[in-house]
């Protein structure tokens, strides 16, 4: 299994075409693919101002508010109104929904996860906070959002807060471990299908 490591805060960041935010995205599946023809994406956005979400026919969209006041989260035809104000409670939705986001307090940060129903499965996002023994997918991302943490596997890994890997193509069984009593961490599974 190859580990992609990473830090937050050494991410790219790119502005959004609407001026109303930044991503940095952490991952994109396959290499090489982009914003129109990935099967999973993974990434976390700091929205500083009200706004439309871009729409992504055929992409189930997980949110989860990291750090901030939050958003509320409207969709034009009434379907969604959610208040993503409760940090690490991921919330689900249809990527083709033609939603608004409208700042609750100052700005936030999101973590997101995109991924293609065509070719995404049992994708799973967890906030681990306990020890625990987690099988891993084919697919999958860690991140260290509070607190320190230990990954035994095959080898053992060490996370700060901001820290994460991502995989794909392999799927290994961990060990979760906190090491700090405020730690929580989030964690990824989907298998993606070859088409």
């Known amino acids: 299994m190859t ?35 990935f099967d999973w994406r993974v990434s976390i956005a700091h929205i500083a101002s009200d706004g439309p979400f871009s729409a992504f026919p055929g992409v189930d969209r997980i949110i989860t508010l990291i750090s901030g006041g939050g958003v509320h989260l409207k969709s034009s035809d009434g379907d969604v109104d959610h208040l993503l104000n409760v940090p690490l409670l991921p919330f689900a939705f249809k990527g083709e929904t033609d939603i608004n986001a409208s700042l609750l307090d100052d700005d936030c940060h999101d973590f997101n ?43 053992e890994e060490h996370l700060a807060p901001q820290e994460g890997f991502w995989w794909s193509d392999s799927s ?22 070859k088409l």
């Not at 805060?9 to 991952?27: C, F, H, M, Y």
């Not at 995404?120 to 023994?133: F, K, P, T």
């Open 172 to 193: 290994l069984a961990w060990q979760l471990l906190p090491k700090s009593p405020d730690a929580a961490l989030i964690a990824l599974n989907l298998h993606v299908q």
């Open 113 to 155: 996860v995109m991924t293609r129903r065509s070719t995404c499965s049992n994708v799973s996002l967890q906030i681990i906070r306990h020890g625990c023994d987690w099988p891993t997918a084919s697919h999958g991302l860690v991140l260290a959002v509070h607190g320190y943490w230990q990954l035994n596997g095959n080898h």
């Open 3 to 37: 580990l992609h490591r990473f830090h937050v805060d050494d991410l790219q960041a790119t502005p959004w075409k609407n001026g109303g935010g930044v991503t940095r995205e952490i991952v994109c599946q396959p290499i090489g693919s982009g914003i129109g023809d």
